[in-house]
C-alpha cells in the first residue's frame, strides 16, 4: 500500500478514527494490526522477516540489559549479526553474488556460477534493520532500558507511517510515546492533515511531474545531448528532494494525527553552504544513525588526520551500500566522503583566497556562491545515484557540456520541452510546483510556514487550504504516478 494511492486514503481514515475512539490500553493492538495489514499490502509473506527481527532484537535487548562484560557484549554481536545477515541475503546476495562471478570469469574460469536465490527485496528493508538495531545499542550503551512489552516493541518496529522508508527513529523517541495516553488533540489532527497535504503536493504535484522528464532522458541516455542530460540532473535533485521528503511530511503528518511526533528528516537541504550542513539537512535520521553508530565508534575526527579521512569514507562508503546494491550507490556515497574531505583539506586555502578577492565584504554574495557551489556537487553526485549503471553514469558526466550551442534561447520552454518528452504545459505546471514550493520553503526559513498561517485570517488559511488540495487534485500528475523513490532502500 502507497501513499499516493486510494487505498491509503481510506486506510488512514479509518485507522486514524479508531485509534481516537478506542480507550488507550486498546490502540497499541489495533496500531500493530493495522500496520501489519499495511506491509502485508505488499508482499504478505515478508511479514515473517519483521517477525524474526522483532523476536531476535525484542529477546536480544532484555539479554543485553541483564548481562555484564563480555556476554553483554555477544548479545550486542548476536543482535547485529542476525539483522545484517537478513539484510545481506535479501538485499545484497544478488549483488555479492555478480561480482563474484565476473571475478571469476575475468579469471579466465569457466563454468562457475553461483544459483539464483530469486529473492524480491522486501519493501523498507533497511528502514526497519536500521531501527531496531538503534534498539538494541542504546540498550547496550544503557542509554535505553530494554522494552518488556512485546506488543509495545513490535510496534516500535513496525509503526506504519515510518514503516518503509523512515524516518530511522530512536527508541528513547518512539518507544517512550507509544506508552503514552495520548488526548485527541484537534490542533495537532488540523496541523498533522497540512503536513500530509504538502507532502502530497511534493510528490503528485512535483515529483511525479518531473520524474517523467527525468526517466525519459536517463532511461536512454545515449540519445540525448548536453542541454537534456544538464535539464534532467537538475530536475532529478528536484524529484528526489520532492519525492523523499513529501514521503517524510505524510509520514510525520499521519503520525501527528495520532498525536505522536517523529523526528524531521529534512530541512531545506538545497540551502546548504557545505557539504557537511547538507547531511545535516538531507536524511536526517539516516545520517545521524551513521555518525552515532559507524563515525563516533570509529573514532570520528578525535583521531589524527588521516584516519579522520579514512572514517569519513569508510562511513560515506558504507552509506552508499546502504541505499542499494550498486556501484551507481557506493560511487554516490564515495564522492560525498571525497567533498568532505576535500573540504576539510581546502578549507585554509579557500578562506585566503575569499579574504585576498574581498569576499567578506559582500557575505550575501559570497553565500549564494557557497550554497550554487554545494548544490552543484551534491548535483553531480545525484547523477550516479539515479543512472541505471556507471556506465551510463560516466557518459552522462563526460556528455553534459556537448551540443550547448542551442541551451540559451528566447523560448526556453520550446527547446526543453522535447529534450524530457514533455509537453508545454507540463513544464509550466512543473516549474509553477517548483516555485511554490520554494516559497513555502523560503517562508518557512525567514519566519516559519507554521507562524505565517497563524497571523492570516480563516478565510485566508482557507483559500490556500482549498488551493493546496485543488492543484493535488486537478493539477497532480496522474499519467506517471511511481512508488516513492526510498521505497526501493
Not at 486514503?9 to 478506542?22: E, G, K, N, R, S
Not at 553526485?381 to 560516466?394: C, E, G, M
Request: net charge positive.
Amino acid at each position: 500500500m502507497i501513499f499516493n494511492s486510494i487505498a491509503f486514503l481510506v486506510f488512514f481514515v479509518v485507522v486514524t478514527t479508531t485509534y481516537h475512539l478506542l480507550p488507550h490500553r486498546w490502540r497499541w493492538p489495533m496500531l500493530l494490526a493495522a500496520s501489519c495489514w499495511f506491509y502485508m499490502a505488499f508482499v504478505p509473506v515478508y511479514i515473517l522477516i519483521l517477525a524474526f527481527t522483532i523476536a531476535v532484537d525484542y529477546g536480544a535487548g532484555l539479554l543485553i540489559e541483564r548481562s555484564e562484560g563480555v556476554v553483554r557484549r555477544r548479545w550486542l554481536i548476536a543482535s547485529i549479526v542476525a539483522n545484517v545477515g537478513v539484510l545481506a541475503i535479501f538485499k545484497y546476495y544478488g549483488f555479492l553474488t555478480e561480482n563474484i562471478e565476473a571475478m571469476v570469469r575475468a579469471a579466465g574460469w569457466t563454468g562457475y556460477t553461483i544459483p539464483d536465490l530469486g529473492i524480491i527485496l522486501p519493501i523498507g528493508l533497511s528502514f526497519h534493520t536500521f531501527q531496531s538495531l538503534s534498539y538494541t545499542i542504546e540498550v547496550y550503551y544503557g542509554r535505553q532500558r530494554a522494552e518488556r512489552h512485546l506488543g509495545i516493541f513490535s510496534l516500535y518496529v513496525m509503526f506504519y507511517p515510518q514503516l518503509v522508508a523512515g524516518p530511522i527513529e530512536r527508541p528513547g523517541n518512539l518507544l517512550r510515546q507509544l506508552h503514552l495516553p495520548m488526548a485527541f488533540d484537534p490542533g495537532l489532527l488540523a496541523s498533522g492533515l497540512r503536513l500530509m497535504a504538502w507532502g502530497f503536493f511534493k510528490k503528485i504535484m512535483i515529483a511525479d511531474r518531473v520524474g517523467a522528464m527525468v526517466d525519459h532522458v536517463y532511461d536512454a541516455p545515449y540519445t540525448h545531448d548536453g542541454p537534456a542530460l544538464i535539464l534532467a540532473s537538475l530536475l532529478f535533485a528536484v524529484q528526489i528532494y520532492c519525492d523523499f521528503s513529501g514521503y517524510s511530511d505524510i509520514a510525520l503528518g499521519a503520525a501527528r494525527c495520532l498525536g505522536i511526533d517523529l523526528m524531521r528528516n529534512f530541512r531545506t537541504p538545497y540551502a546548504s553552504t557545505n557539504i557537511s550542513e547538507f547531511w545535516r539537512r538531507w536524511h536526517i535520521s539516516l545520517s545521524t544513525w551513521f555518525r552515532d553508530y559507524v563515525y563516533i565508534p570509529l573514532g570520528g575526527n578525535r583521531v589524527l588526520t588521516w584516519r579522520r579521512y579514512y572514517n569519513l569514507l569508510i562511513t560515506f562508503l558504507l552509506s552508499g551500500l546502504w541505499h542499494g546494491a550498486a556501484w551507481t550507490y557506493i560511487i554516490w556515497g564515495g564522492l560525498h566522503g571525497l567533498f568532505l574531505i576535500g573540504a576539510i583539506v581546502t578549507e585554509g586555502g579557500r578562506t585566503r583566497l575569499g579574504q585576498l578577492i574581498g569576499l567578506h565584504r559582500w557575505p550575501r554574495l559570497h553565500m549564494a556562491q557557497q550554497v550554487i557551489t554545494t548544490f552543484l556537487l551534491v548535483d553531480l553526485a545525484w547523477i550516479f545515484f539515479r543512472a541505471n549503471s556507471v556506465q551510463d553514469a560516466f557518459h552522462i558526466v563526460g556528455n553534459l557540456f556537448t551540443g550547448l550551442d542551442g541551451f540559451l534561447t528566447a523560448d526556453a520552454f520550446s527547446l526543453w520541452a522535447p529534450l524530457v518528452g514533455a509537453g508545454r504545459g507540463e513544464m509550466v505546471l512543473a516549474v509553477a510546483g517548483i516555485a511554490a514550493m520554494e516559497g513555502v520553503q523560503w517562508l518557512d526559513r525567514r519566519k516559519g510556514a507554521t507562524t505565517w498561517l497563524a497571523e492570516r485570517s480563516a478565510w485566508q488559511r482557507w483559500a490556500l487550504y482549498t488551493g493546496l488540495i485543488g492543484s493535488i487534485i486537478f493539477l497532480g500528475s496522474y499519467y506517471h504516478t511511481s512508488p516513492f523513490i526510498y521505497f526501493q532502500f
